[in-house]
């Protein structure tokens, strides 16, 4: 669960402020993607834990309300629900976050293997590596595609991204993982530890994707931003939304730099899911289309 506050800017040690504006709702990568493909027509479930606490109910709730099948969500017994506390700054739209989770991890014995074996694709966040690097086994044994949004380096993560098919990180992994930001360089080395496509996400700079024999650059959509807490998870929403779609990577990716941007309109990292019409208006405007439309009606 989210508790996310606007402030017009971070106090100092001992001073006190007035919040703006605040989100308060369920959070986290991969519901966030989940409930945007949902409202886009996906057929989406959601495989994690939460706790018996009114934050989960409440999480159960949120995620049902945006069509995601909340059926093999898992109820800890005696235990929270993860929460994050985050400050949005509005004179600069910095933000700050406090993660407090102290739950049992989803274990690999947990894991609905039917729902695997029938999926078309697998979102992961590689927080829960285990369970992580076998649903990502199941999916691809029976043909279907997986997705890594590696927000951060995390255990057994080079396994994890040898399982991935679409891999999408923001430049502070690269920071991270390599400690430079040749993004170019970059995406060339990730992809050659097995995912066919890798993004780079770097915020209004845009993103560098590597693809088959191709390393390209990517502009970012121009969008009056207050919080930028949900735009990566858009991103990725955006980006399987194409892929499903049957579409090249440039144009999942423009998709998804629009979605991501988007997200970014309102507070919290659920406070705005753009409808498609809001997309593609998007990209119209920034007179960007996608291969797909040409020579169609869109």
Same mark, same amino acid.
């Given at each position: 669960?989210?508790?996310?506050?606007?402030?017009?800017?971070?106090?100092?040690?001992?001073?006190?402020?007035?919040?703006?504006?605040?989100?308060?709702?369920?959070?986290?990568?991969?519901?966030?993607?989940?409930?945007?493909?949902?409202?886009?027509?996906?057929?989406?479930?959601?495989?994690?834990?939460?706790?018996?606490?009114?934050?989960?109910?409440?999480?159960?709730?949120?995620?049902?309300?945006? @069509? +995601? &099948?909340?059926?093999?969500?898992?109820?800890?017994?005696? *235990?929270?629900? #993860? /929460?994050?506390?985050?400050?949005?700054?509005?004179?600069?739209?910095?933000?700050?976050?406090?993660?407090?989770?102290?739950?049992?991890?989803?274990?690999?014995?947990?894991?609905?293997?039917?729902?695997?074996?029938?999926?078309?694709?697998?979102?992961?966040?590689?927080?829960?590596?285990?369970?992580?690097?076998?649903?990502?086994?199941?999916?691809?044994?029976?043909?279907?595609?997986?997705?890594?949004?590696?927000?951060?380096?995390?255990?057994?993560?080079?396994?994890?991204?040898?399982?991935?098919?679409?891999?999408?990180?923001?430049?502070?992994?690269?920071?991270?993982?390599?400690? @430079? +930001? &040749?993004?170019?360089?970059?995406?060339?080395?990730?992809? *050659?530890?097995? #995912? /066919?496509?890798?993004?780079?996400?770097?915020?209004?700079?845009?993103?560098?994707?590597?693809?088959?024999?191709?390393?390209?650059?990517?502009?970012?959509?121009?969008?009056?931003?207050?919080?930028?807490?949900?735009?990566?998870?858009?991103?990725?929403?955006?980006?399987?939304?194409?892929?499903?779609?049957?579409?090249?990577?440039?144009?999942?990716?423009?998709?998804?730099?629009?979605?991501?941007?988007?997200?970014?309109?309102?507070?919290?990292?659920?406070?705005?899911?753009?409808?498609?019409?809001?997309?593609?208006?998007?990209?119209?405007?920034?007179?960007?289309?996608?291969?797909?439309?040409?020579?169609?009606?869109?």
């Amino acid at each position: 669960m989210d508790y996310c506050l606007l402030v017009e800017s971070y106090p100092s040690v001992d001073e006190k402020t007035v919040a703006l504006d605040r989100f308060y709702g369920s959070g986290s990568p991969v519901p966030n993607a989940l409930c945007a493909l949902a409202s886009w027509g996906h057929s989406c479930s959601f495989v994690g834990v939460v706790g018996d606490d009114v934050e989960g109910s409440r999480f159960r709730q949120d995620i049902s309300t945006y @069509g +995601v &099948d909340p059926e093999f969500l898992l109820v800890r017994e005696q *235990e929270a629900t #993860p /929460r994050a506390f985050l400050w949005v700054e509005k004179t600069s739209g910095r933000r700050t976050i406090v993660l407090d989770r102290d739950i049992a991890p989803l274990s690999s014995s947990e894991l609905p293997l039917p729902l695997l074996q029938s999926s078309r694709f697998l979102l992961i966040d590689g927080v829960e590596a285990d369970a992580t690097i076998q649903a990502a086994k199941a999916i691809r044994a029976m043909g279907g595609q997986v997705m890594l949004d590696a927000g951060n380096v995390r255990d057994r993560m080079e396994e994890q991204i040898a399982l991935t098919d679409w891999l999408v990180v923001p430049i502070a992994f690269i920071r991270n993982w390599f400690g @430079g +930001v &040749d993004l170019f360089q970059a995406a060339r080395d990730l992809r *050659e530890l097995g #995912p /066919r496509g890798v993004v780079i996400t770097n915020g209004a700079a845009g993103s560098v994707a590597a693809w088959g024999q191709e390393v390209q650059w990517f502009q970012a959509y121009s969008v009056k931003s207050v919080d930028t807490t949900g735009a990566g998870d858009l991103f990725h929403a955006g980006f399987l939304h194409g892929v499903s779609q049957g579409w090249d990577v440039p144009d999942c990716i423009r998709w998804a730099s629009a979605a991501g941007g988007l997200a970014t309109i309102a507070l919290g990292g659920r406070g705005h899911l753009p409808t498609k019409d809001e997309v593609e208006r998007l990209l119209r405007d920034a007179g960007d289309e996608l291969d797909v439309w040409k020579g169609s009606d869109g």
